[in-house]
């Protein structure tokens, strides 16, 4: 659950939202309670699950996931990044994200990453990087790259800044067939603790995913609701346009009434209201690429 507060402040800053902490810990104190009860209530009988598995060196490199027992041919795998502001949050409380998936037939792989104190920009990408690199070993099938809030921003990068899939031998558009952010910071602005020590001076352009979004064909859908306080719903406009501009496919889906949490919660087939576009927005875009985005990639599977 990112951090990443509204708030357009002057002609300068008219492309730019501030970073609140405050915002980020009333956003985690509003989603602990019922992120648990959904694992609590969210069924079982729909995968098998293998937890913690390495795929780096280091104790926080583990990843889970999660198997359908009636899996869908020709799938994507999908990855999903949690959010936490870069500082906080953890794979163990999604179960329900796996389970939503599952039933729809998709194998879903939810990494561990590291995070602020302990590292700074850009090692929990390196450690994206690296899980991506995993799965494609393992499973040699495209992947969907799915992240809530500044998971999002995660999944974003891996697919639009090539350093950090290039640096594991992959490059992004021939591993990578779409990618899905939930209330995504996509263009803002680093103002005050902790992240201006968690994106240090001189990196504050680089790591915006919209710096990097005129270079990739890799689809993306966005969806963030038009109530969140904690990252405006302006940024994922923004970053559809800069997308569209560059030659992608982008889609944005902005959802009344809803906020930063309820952006994910969406997805949980236990709260599905057949009202909610949200889950099947995410469940169309990921049954429509299924293929790698690179046309040369596409060429080799066929």
């Not at 293998?50 to 926080?60: F, P, Q, R, V």
């Not at 640096?167 to 899905?180: D, Q």
């Not at 599905?272 to 990921?286: I, L, Q, Y």
Request: proline fraction near 7%.
């Amino acid at each position: 659950m990112s951090n990443i507060r509204g708030g357009i402040r002057g002609n300068m800053m008219k492309r730019h939202l501030t970073l609140s902490a405050s915002a980020m810990g009333a956003a985690l104190l509003a989603a602990c309670a019922p992120v648990n009860v959904l694992n609590t209530i969210t069924p079982s009988d729909d995968f098998i699950i293998e937890k913690n598995i390495a795929y780096g060196d280091l104790e926080a490199q583990k990843l889970d996931i999660y198997t359908p027992q009636n899996p869908k041919a020709d799938a994507p795998i999908v990855m999903f990044f949690y959010g936490g502001g870069w500082s906080d949050g953890s794979k163990d409380i999604y179960k329900f994200i796996g389970q939503s998936f599952t039933e729809a037939g998709y194998t879903v792989v939810v990494p561990t990453y590291r995070i602020y104190p302990d590292v700074i920009y850009p090692d929990f990408l390196k450690d994206a990087a690296k899980a991506v690199a995993y799965t494609e070993q393992r499973f040699d099938r495209p992947m969907i790259l799915t992240g809530h809030s500044a998971g999002a921003h995660i999944a974003s990068l891996m697919a639009l800044d090539k350093r950090y899939l290039a640096a594991e031998g992959l490059t992004p558009c021939a591993v990578i067939s779409g990618w899905v952010g939930l209330a995504g910071p996509y263009d803002f602005k680093v103002i005050e603790a902790p992240y201006l020590s968690i994106f240090p001076e001189g990196t504050r352009t680089e790591m915006l995913p919209i710096t990097h979004a005129g270079s990739s064909p890799i689809p993306a859908l966005m969806i963030t609701g038009d109530a969140d306080e904690t990252v405006d719903y302006r940024q994922s406009q923004r970053m559809r346009a800069a997308l569209s501009a560059g030659g992608a496919k982008a889609e944005t889906l902005i959802v009344p009434k809803i906020g930063h949490i309820d952006a994910v919660s969406a997805m949980s087939t236990v709260l599905r209201k057949e009202d909610s576009p949200v889950r099947p927005a995410v469940m169309k875009f990921v049954s429509q690429h299924n293929r790698a985005s690179c046309p040369a990639a596409q060429s080799n599977e066929n």
